[in-house]
Structure formats: structure tokens, C-alpha cells
């Protein structure tokens, strides 16, 4: 089995950050151009750009979506701040209204569901978490640290965790050091707590990972590869299904039905990839 590239659309600027998908509409995070751009992939062989939004402040890294609003950090976004957008006409061409939470800590990637918001930072191996029932602002819940082998707020077994994704009861993170992709569960006694689990190496500097299914794709930086592995059972080592090549530098991964969308930091383009063989 094989996955076929669809599509590649070009979107100014050579430094995308990362995507999300939600209905017929992609979120790309243009760090160069210093904007959330929205792109129509209701025909995934043809994907087109139709809106955009001027970041109120600082160089946008990551970006999630849930309902009408997307969510975006970054490590140099100023003042450290969870920024809330609301894209709910995606097809604006200008500012977008947005609301502020202060974060209390650099976060490189954020992960959104409906009832909560999460930000992991590499540099201080942390994972913040926020109330999303009323997300104009969201509030800050605390700073929650996994506990484990290595003890105190690092991530126990790991090191530089630069993305996560939550299914279920367990959290995945990306670990850019370590080169390494570790599952997370919740404390029986102490749901707060995250108690480390099985890990599986990636490939050359992992910077993101996303779920859907019973399938993580995870993209690697340093040999500009999109791993997929299946996490039906996380409680032994994710097998590894399939390496696709990408871009340069891909630095971000949305999946939805049978399409993964890919951005690639290094040259600036979308992929669009049949993964349904896997």
C-alpha cells in the first residue's frame, strides 16, 4: 500500500508553521507572513486560498481548531500569550476578532477540544491547560507536569517535547531531542497526574503529531518525513505502518477522512496525501 500525493498549493512565504483542518476549510499558521490563512480543500486535488488574518502580535507558531475558533501560540508571540480567533466567516480577508490568555509559559504547540485547550513548551517541559467552555478568553486551569522516572516538572523518560495530541485517556507527545514518540495515560488516583508510557522512535527531529482513529501521523523536521503508526494499543510500543516523504522542513499535520494535509516550513507549500491504504 502506498499513499498518493494529491495536490501541492503554494502560499507566499516560505515558513509555514503548522495546519488544522476543519469541514471543507485548512488553517496554515505563515510565520513569514505573519498570518492564519484559511484554505478551501472541500476538492482536495485543488485546494485555494480565501482568507486570511494579520496576527495581532509577535510570529504565530501552531495553531488548533474547535467550533468557530482557532487557537494560536508561539515562541516568540508576545507576552507569551494563548491567542483565540474567532475564523467563523473563514473568507475574511484582514483582521480577525481574537481575545488574549496570558499562558505563564512559552508553548510551541496547542491541541483544542471543546471543553479544553492544551500548550506544551519544549523549554520548560510543561503542559498548561485551559477551560475552553467559555473560550473569550479562555482561563488557565494550571500547569500540569508529568510525573515519573525523572521526577519534578520534566517529562520523565524523554526530552524536548515539541508537540502533543490527546486521544482518549492518554496524551502523545513528540519528543525533538530524544527523537521519540511517547504515550501518556492519566493517574488512576490522580487524574491531574500523567504517568509515562511506552515510547517508539520517530526519525530525525519530530515536531508535531496528530491523531485520528486508531492512526498517529507524526512529521519529522531534521529527514523531512510523515511517519504513521497505529495506536489501537498504547500499551506497548506503536508499530510503524508507513514513511511518507514530504517537503522540506514539515513542521505540521491535519487529517480528515482519507486526506492528510502537510505543511512543509523549508519550502513554503501544502501537501495533500491519500492515506486511506493505511
Known amino acids: 500500500a502506498c499513499a498518493i500525493e494529491k495536490s501541492v498549493l503554494s502560499l507566499g512565504g516560505t515558513q ?36 486570511w488574518g494579520n496576527q495581532p502580535a509577535g510570529r504565530p507558531g501552531h495553531a488548533a ?18 491567542y483565540v480567533v474567532d475564523v467563523s466567516n473563514p473568507t475574511i480577508q484582514g483582521p480577525m476578532p481574537f481575545w488574549t490568555a496570558t499562558q505563564g509559559a512559552q508553548h510551541d504547540a496547542v491541541f483544542a477540544t471543546s471543553r479544553a485547550v492544551f500548550a506544551v513548551s519544549t523549554l520548560l517541559d510543561t503542559l498548561n491547560i485551559f477551560d475552553n467552555t467559555n473560550p473569550t478568553p479562555p482561563v488557565l486551569l494550571g500547569s500540569r507536569c508529568p510525573t515519573g522516572p525523572g521526577g519534578g516538572c520534566g517529562l520523565p523518560s524523554e526530552h524536548g517535547p515539541g508537540s502533543l495530541a490527546v486521544t482518549g485517556d492518554y ?12 504515550a501518556y495515560s492519566r493517574a488512576q488516583t490522580a487524574p491531574d497526574q500523567l504517568l509515562a508510557g511506552p ?9 508535531f503529531v ?46 480528515s477522512g482519507r486526506y492528510a494535509y502537510v505543511v512543509n516550513y523549508g519550502s513554503g507549500n501544502v501537501q495533500v496525501f491519500d492515506v486511506s491504504a493505511y
Not at 485548512?26 to 505573519?34: D, F, H, M, T
Open 16 to 51: 509555514l508553521r503548522s495546519v488544522a483542518v476543519s469541514g471543507n476549510f485548512a488553517y496554515v499558521v505563515n510565520e513569514s507572513l505573519r498570518r492564519l490563512q484559511v484554505v478551501d480543500v472541500s476538492a482536495p486535488a485543488s485546494p485555494r486560498l480565501v482568507g
Open 65 to 82: 481548531v474547535s467550533g468557530r475558533y482557532s487557537y494560536v501560540v508561539g515562541p516568540t508571540i508576545g507576552g507569551e500569550r494563548l
Open 171 to 182: 496524551a502523545l507527545v513528540v519528543n525533538r531531542v530524544s527523537d521519540t514518540l511517547q
Open 210 to 255: 496528530t491523531t485520528s482513529g486508531d492512526r498517529a501521523y507524526v512529521a519529522n523536521w531534521g529527514d523531512d518525513t510523515m511517519k504513521i503508526f497505529d495506536i489501537s494499543n498504547l500499551t506497548a510500543p506503536p508499530p510503524l505502518l508507513a514513511t511518507l516523504t514530504t517537503g522540506d522542513q514539515p513542521n505540521g499535520i491535519a487529517v
Open 199 to 207: 515510547s517508539v522512535s520517530t526519525g530525525d527531529e519530530p515536531v
